[in-house]
């Protein structure tokens, strides 16, 4: 979210309540979503084995199915967000290159236009285009994760105190080590803020792939629908927050894990 | 309660001079603020009276309760325990709110809301009273003449289009908008340059002559305390009352070591702050108008041996000063009156040679009420003053000596004999 | 694309008013919703982690979820991708309207007391409008994130451009489908612009223009 606040304000804020403040909003989240999810899922396998679901229901919701779409959908989170790291973040590298500094604005707007685009509409006419299914899914899923993690690399790479790099130089370090071993580092906490951001929309836009045939517990929720059967409707978008709640936990632990010890 | 009666009559405001007293009567009653969880009070039992139409300065070093202290007479801060009157009103008797309203009060910095025009921030209190909109303007352009700011030109402008002076100016006005009889002010001049600050506290003495609003001021600056102050309340830790008194009874008669520290006293170069530019010779000098012929005015000044000219505007106000050869053209134009230096004459020695340091003139001009010309001072009578006042604190010295070495014969009227007194300089 | 533009041109209008008409109204609820909730948090500051967690898991939630989730209570229809589109659109205004009213300076607040207004008057007078631009500022992302949404929740029979985006899916090979998907898209990223700018006009207009960057 650090995106929605002004960096003005963010500054004002910078003080010990702001740290207090943002430690209890860890905490809370650290502990509270894990157990939220495990409750969540435990409640809901509770209720499946107990309630009374007639056949048509049985059929939708049968465990095989849903883990399958379970599996589904994590594979599709998962390999599109490979795929938006390995290209938005040397991208973003590049980017921050002397030679190439003068084109980061106007890629960084052309991706921000991007995501003006409604994202069903994407899937929709890139299916059109390449034809429905997991792959299309995946260029559709990489589309829209890029831009959160293009502008926290760059903004993560020009972040990275000048002097330090100068510093590295000096010591004999060449470009690539500096890079290696002072920037990146240094940038990562930013940059896996952005991955962060970038798994809640994929795990989010992922639940759409199932209109074009890419899988995912988007279709559990549509079945519902089509079925008319209220429990697979709410079934389907119970999980689907359960697994975008997870992801998100998990996408924070990743976050304190890289973070560089001394930061 | 220590009201001593100032003997040093310069160092006094007969509030009649100029204006009436407009202001209230204020006394503290043991009043004591304690926080939960610390063991000492940050005021414990403090009790003074703040005469009405008198400006009381309090002065002391950070985290002695001065501002605490202060902000309990608008109940910013509410006391533990302890009664405040302002005007034999108990302030708890009304709201809060209602009580602000009738108190004047001014921060450092002006503290303006940046999202309203000058006019706006000064209207603030006057319509939570209910004002009508007519009686709101005039009241506006009348206080931004007052702190000497042209209503035409500032009423529409935002804080960020001001200067820090002119913020504070326009802080002030906000705080005597509604006319209270009480106006509170913390560090009103410490975020501006001393050139600005000199102004600014030179205007506040004009203006308190004419309103004389009963006015407690907070500042860590000792210096400011003695030009401003008819009494200043010296607190130690706790808020405790070190000693209050007008400002030469205070560098005369410390009444301990903390106080001599914290004031300075004993250095007769500090004595110059409290003499007034109006105890020096003023002369006058020769003055013209806006818009009259040049050739007259260069005539009258060569003929009084003058090589300057002083250029009034319609109310006598000075807005210029230039040396016969720099006068151009058929008549004399009006100057820039915001960036002549002058002096109040209530400002003091130490005002006087700051000012004179950076006009050319080796001179400064001196105005009384609403900026009007007085007349000129120059660096020779500073001087020669300074000279007769160092003369006689080195009598007084060698006199304190004499009666100490014969005790039974003199009995001095002077502080008790402890080694504070003494000892020091 | 063109002549199928033309041949449609009414119901294509008639889909973007509704569009816009559904976030615009959603955004103005959320906005209200949001700054109140906001104003009360900021009397209470222990409530803030608390908003900010609830914030954080409420934007995590994928936005078709929210719509399964709702159809058992509010039906097919308007009603329900109203109150996702709603929903959505409060959580980054609230949490930019809690930083704006937090960020204002606490000198102000104080000479605002010292002047003698209440804590209502405090609010309303200095505290709001120093907060706006913040505010505005999430209400532009809240308005991105809206388009998107209303047009996902056409799939319920919500109103809108979405609409069209469905009718090209569903007839998916055949002659006009490209050109339903596409002219809902591109229609409402046109409509996205459009109320951006008129965000930032009326940013100008009601932000003061002593606070204006």
């Known amino acids: 979210m650090s995106d929605l606040i002004p960096a003005a304000i963010k500054d004002r804020l910078a003080g010990d309540s702001e740290k207090t403040r943002a430690m209890g909003e860890s905490i809370l989240l650290a502990l509270g979503v894990p157990l939220m999810v495990v409750l969540g899922f435990g409640a809901y396998a509770i209720w499946h084995e107990t309630a009374d679901l007639d056949s048509v229901e049985a059929s939708a919701l049968g465990w095989a199915e849903v883990w399958q779409a379970i599996g589904e959908h994590v594979q599709l989170t998962v390999v599109s967000a490979a795929v938006v790291v390995v290209i938005a973040v040397p991208l973003g590298i590049l980017l921050t290159r002397p030679g190439f500094k003068r084109a980061a604005p106007a890629v960084v707007g052309f991706a921000n236009a991007g995501q003006a685009a409604p994202s069903i509409g994407l899937i929709v006419l890139l299916a059109m285009w390449l034809g429905p299914g997991f792959k299309t899914t995946i260029v559709a899923l990489t589309v829209y994760g890029l831009l959160p993690v293009l502008r926290n690399t760059i903004t993560g790479l020009q972040g990275v105190n000048p002097t330090l790099v100068e510093a590295g130089r000096g010591v004999g370090l060449s470009n690539f080590d500096v890079l290696r071993r002072i920037e990146l580092p240094l940038a990562l906490p930013v940059i896996m803020a952005g991955v962060r951001t970038a798994l809640v929309l994929l795990v989010g836009t992922a639940a759409l792939a199932t209109f074009i045939n890419g899988g995912g517990l988007g279709g559990i929720i549509t079945a519902g629908i089509s079925l008319y059967r209220y429990s697979v409707m709410v079934s389907g978008a119970v999980l689907v927050a359960l697994l975008a709640l997870l992801v998100e936990w998990l996408g924070r632990v990743l976050e304190l894990l890289t973070r560089p010890k001394g930061i | ?425 | 694309m063109w002549q199928f533009i033309e041949d449609r041109r009414a119901q294509i209008l008639i889909n973007a008013f509704n569009h816009a008409y559904l976030v615009v109204l959603a955004i103005v609820i959320a906005t209200v919703i949001a700054v109140l909730l906001a104003m009360v948090i900021t009397r209470m500051p222990r409530l803030e982690p608390v908003a900010n967690a609830i914030s954080a898991v409420g934007l995590t939630i994928p936005s078709f979820a929210l719509i399964g989730l709702l159809l058992p209570v509010t039906g097919l229809g308007a009603t329900t991708a109203l109150i996702a589109v709603t929903f959505y659109a409060a959580l980054p205004i609230l949490r930019n309207a809690v930083v704006g009213l937090a960020g204002v300076d606490a000198n102000l607040l104080e000479s605002a007391r010292g002047l003698g207004m209440s804590e209502l008057s405090s609010m309303f007078r200095i505290r709001l409008p120093l907060a706006w631009p913040v505010i505005l500022a999430g209400i532009r992302v809240s308005m991105q994130m809206s388009m998107g949404i209303a047009a996902i929740a056409a799939y319920v029979l919500g109103p809108g451009l979405g609409v069209s985006i469905f009718v090209g899916l569903a007839q998916i090979g055949g002659k006009n489908a490209v050109n339903y998907a596409l002219v809902g898209t591109l229609g409402i990223v046109i409509i996205a612009l459009l109320l951006d700018l008129l965000l930032l006009a009326l940013g100008r207009l009601t932000t003061s223009k002593g606070i204006r960057v």
């Not at chain 2, 030109?153 to 804080?159: G, L, S």
């Not at chain 2, 050139?195 to 500042?219: F, N």
């Not at chain 2, 950076?358 to 900026?371: E, L, R």
């Not at chain 2, 060698?398 to 014969?409: I, N």
Request: proline share 4%; hydrophobic share 35%.
């Open chain 2, 1 to 425: 309660m220590t009201t001593t009666e100032s003997t040093d009559s310069s160092s006094s405001r007969t509030s009649g001079s100029g204006g009436e007293i407009s202001g209230a009567e204020i006394r503290l009653e043991g009043v004591t603020k304690r926080y939960p969880g610390q063991k000492t009070a940050a005021v414990d039992g403090l009790s003074l009276t703040i005469p009405a139409g008198e400006i009381v300065m309090f002065v002391g070093p950070s985290g002695f309760g001065k501002t605490t202290s202060l902000k309990m007479i608008n109940r910013l801060i509410e006391p533990s325990s302890g009664k405040i009157t302002i005007g034999d009103q108990d302030v708890r008797k009304q709201s809060a709110d209602e009580l602000r309203r009738h108190v004047g009060y001014v921060i450092q910095g002006g503290s303006l809301f940046p999202h309203m025009t000058v006019a706006k921030n000064i209207a603030i209190v006057p319509k939570l009273l209910g004002w009508d909109a007519k009686r709101i303007d005039k009241r506006v352009e009348e206080l931004l003449d007052l702190v000497n700011l042209d209503p035409g030109k500032y009423r529409d402008r935002y804080p960020r289009e001001l200067s820090g002076g002119q913020q504070q100016r326009v802080g002030v006005a906000r705080g005597l908008a509604a006319d209270p009889p009480v106006i509170l002010m913390d560090e009103p001049f410490g975020a501006v340059d001393p050139i600005t600050r000199q102004r600014l506290q030179d205007e506040l003495l004009s203006i308190q002559r004419s309103l004389g609003k009963t006015i407690v001021c907070v500042t860590h600056d000792i210096d400011e305390a003695i030009k401003l102050g008819d009494r200043i309340l010296i607190l130690q830790e706790g808020a405790q009352v070190a000693q209050y008194d007008a400002p030469a009874t205070l560098l005369a008669d410390p009444a301990n070591d903390f106080v001599s520290d914290f004031v300075g006293s004993g250095s007769s170069l500090k004595q110059l702050t409290l003499s007034r530019v109006s105890e020096i010779d003023i002369h006058p000098a020769t003055t013209g108008r806006v818009g009259e012929p040049a050739r007259e005015a260069i005539e009258r000044a060569r003929s009084a041996g003058d090589d300057s000219l002083v250029i009034l505007d319609s109310r006598d106000r000075p807005t210029a000063w230039v040396w016969l050869r720099q006068v151009q053209g058929e008549t004399l134009h009006e100057g820039d009156r915001e960036t002549l230096t002058t002096l109040d004459e209530r400002a003091t020695l130490n005002d006087a040679l700051d000012t004179m340091l950076t006009s050319s003139h080796s001179a400064a001009i001196v105005t009384g009420d609403n900026d009007r010309y007085v007349g000129i001072v120059d660096f020779g009578a500073v001087v020669d003053h300074m000279r007769a006042i160092q003369n006689e604190a080195q009598d007084r010295e060698s006199s304190k000596v004499t009666a100490e070495s014969d005790p039974e014969d003199h009995h001095d009227e002077n502080a008790p004999m402890d080694d504070s007194g003494s000892a020091d300089e």
